[in-house]
C-alpha cells in the first residue's frame, strides 16, 4: 500500500484533531532507522560511499598522522584476522593508503564495529553530506508532522545506535531539508544500549519528563518492550522493508504506517 504524506495544509485544516492526538505526550522519541527513515539508507548508500571513495579519501584528505590510529588498527587486527594486512609504520603514504584501503573494505564486508573505522566513516560521511553527494533519508511523512508538534511546544529528540554526530548529520542535510530546527536532543549508545529499560530512564531524567508522558516511537520490538518497562508510551512503526513483527508485539502495541497516524 502507497502511503501518501499530509501536507501542510491538510495538516492546518485537520488542526484541531492533530492537537487532541499530541495532548496524549508531552514529548516525543525517535528511532531512525526503520521510522524516520529508510531501513535501508545507512546500508545502501552511507556504507557503499565509504566502500567506494576511502582510497581517494586517505590520498586526498589524510595527512600521515591522521593514517597513523588506522595503521595501528590494522596491525592489531592482523594478529587475529587473516585477511588483514600489516602495514608498516615507516611504509610510504602510497603503500599505507592501498593497505588501509583494502582492510576498510574488508571491514565493511564482514560489518566490523571498529572505533577508528567509526571515526573515519563520520568524517567522509560529514565530507559527503556538506558537499551535497549524500543527503539523508527521511520519509514523506515524518516533517510535517515534527513540525506541527514543534509548533505545539511539543520536544522532539532522538535516540539512535548511531552517534550523535551522524545523527545531526543525517537530519541536518536531510532530504526535507534542514530538520534540525525542529529536533530538541539527540541521543546514542552514550545514554545505553537501546534494549534496555534503564536507557529510557535516563533520557526521562535527562529531558525532564514524566515517561509516562512520552512517547517512544521505533520499528523493533525489543526496543518498544525496553521503553514500555521504563514506562514510555511506546508505538511501533510499520515501514517498507522492516522485519516482521511478532503476534505478541502487534497485540502488545499500537502501529502507525504513517506520522500522520498519531494518536
Same mark, same amino acid.
Given at each position: 500500500?502507497?502511503?501518501?504524506?499530509?501536507?501542510?495544509?491538510?495538516?492546518?485544516?485537520?488542526?484541531?484533531?492533530?492537537?487532541?492526538?499530541?495532548?496524549?505526550?508531552?514529548?516525543?522519541?525517535?528511532?531512525?532507522?526503520?521510522?524516520?527513515? *529508510?531501513?535501508?539508507?545507512?546500508? %545502501?548508500?552511507?556504507?557503499?560511499?565509504?566502500?567506494?571513495?576511502?582510497?581517494?579519501?586517505?590520498?586526498?584528505?589524510?595527512?600521515? %598522522?591522521?593514517?597513523?590510529?588506522?595503521?595501528?588498527?590494522?596491525?592489531?587486527?592482523?594478529?587475529? %584476522?587473516?585477511?588483514?594486512?600489516?602495514?608498516?609504520? %615507516?611504509?610510504?603514504?602510497?603503500?599505507? @593508503?592501498?593497505?588501509?584501503?583494502?582492510?576498510?573494505?574488508?571491514?565493511?564486508?564482514? !560489518?566490523?564495529?571498529?572505533?577508528?573505522?567509526?571515526?573515519?566513516?563520520?568524517?567522509?560521511?560529514? !565530507?559527503?553530506?556538506?558537499?551535497?553527494?549524500?543527503?539523508?533519508?527521511?520519509?514523506? !511523512?515524518? $516533517?510535517? @508532522?515534527?513540525?506541527?508538534?514543534?509548533?505545539?511546544?511539543?520536544?522532539?529528540?532522538?535516540?539512535?545506535?548511531? *552517534?550523535?554526530?551522524?545523527?545531526?548529520?543525517?537530519?541536518?542535510? *536531510? @532530504?526535507?531539508?534542514?530538520?534540525?530546527?525542529? $529536533?530538541?536532543?539527540?541521543?546514542?549508545?552514550?545514554?545505553?544500549?537501546?534494549?534496555?529499560?534503564? *536507557?529510557?530512564?535516563?533520557?526521562?531524567?535527562?529531558?525532564?519528563?514524566?515517561?509516562?508522558?512520552?512517547?517512544?516511537?521505533?520499528?523493533?520490538?525489543?526496543?518498544?518492550?525496553?521503553?514500555?518497562?521504563?514506562?514510555?508510551? &511506546?508505538?511501533?512503526?510499520?515501514?517498507?522493508?522492516?522485519?516482521?513483527? &511478532?503476534?505478541?508485539?502487534?497485540?502488545?502495541?499500537?502501529?502507525?504506517?504513517?506520522?500522520?497516524?498519531?494518536?
Amino acid at each position: 500500500m502507497v502511503i501518501t504524506a499530509p501536507s501542510l495544509s491538510m495538516l492546518e485544516r485537520v488542526g484541531p484533531l492533530v492537537r487532541h492526538r499530541m495532548a496524549s505526550f508531552k514529548a516525543l522519541v525517535l528511532d531512525i532507522e526503520g521510522t524516520t527513515s *529508510s531501513i535501508s539508507f545507512v546500508k %545502501d548508500e552511507l556504507f557503499p560511499y565509504v566502500y567506494n571513495n576511502v582510497e581517494t579519501y586517505l590520498k586526498n584528505k589524510c595527512a600521515d %598522522d591522521r593514517l597513523l590510529p588506522l595503521v595501528e588498527l590494522s596491525n592489531a587486527e592482523a594478529e587475529a %584476522d587473516s585477511d588483514i594486512k600489516k602495514i608498516a609504520e %615507516d611504509a610510504t603514504k602510497e603503500v599505507k @593508503v592501498d593497505c588501509l584501503t583494502r582492510n576498510i573494505r574488508t571491514w565493511i564486508d564482514k !560489518d566490523k564495529k571498529l572505533t577508528a573505522m567509526k571515526q573515519l566513516q563520520g568524517e567522509m560521511w560529514k !565530507d559527503a553530506y556538506e558537499q551535497n553527494l549524500v543527503k539523508g533519508h527521511v520519509y514523506d !511523512d515524518v $516533517l510535517p @508532522v515534527l513540525q506541527k508538534l514543534h509548533d505545539s511546544g511539543i520536544p522532539i529528540y532522538i535516540y539512535s545506535s548511531g *552517534s550523535v554526530q551522524a545523527q545531526k548529520l543525517l537530519f541536518g542535510y *536531510s @532530504v526535507a531539508g534542514d530538520m534540525t530546527k525542529v $529536533l530538541s536532543g539527540y541521543f546514542d549508545t552514550n545514554v545505553g544500549y537501546k534494549q534496555e529499560s534503564s *536507557s529510557y530512564a535516563k533520557i526521562a531524567e535527562n529531558i525532564k519528563q514524566d515517561p509516562a508522558k512520552i512517547l517512544f516511537l521505533t520499528d523493533v520490538e525489543k526496543e518498544a518492550y525496553a521503553a514500555k518497562e521504563a514506562g514510555f508510551q &511506546s508505538k511501533l512503526v510499520l515501514r517498507e522493508g522492516n522485519a516482521p513483527l &511478532s503476534a505478541k508485539a502487534l497485540e502488545d502495541f499500537q502501529t502507525i504506517s504513517s506520522f500522520a497516524e498519531l494518536a
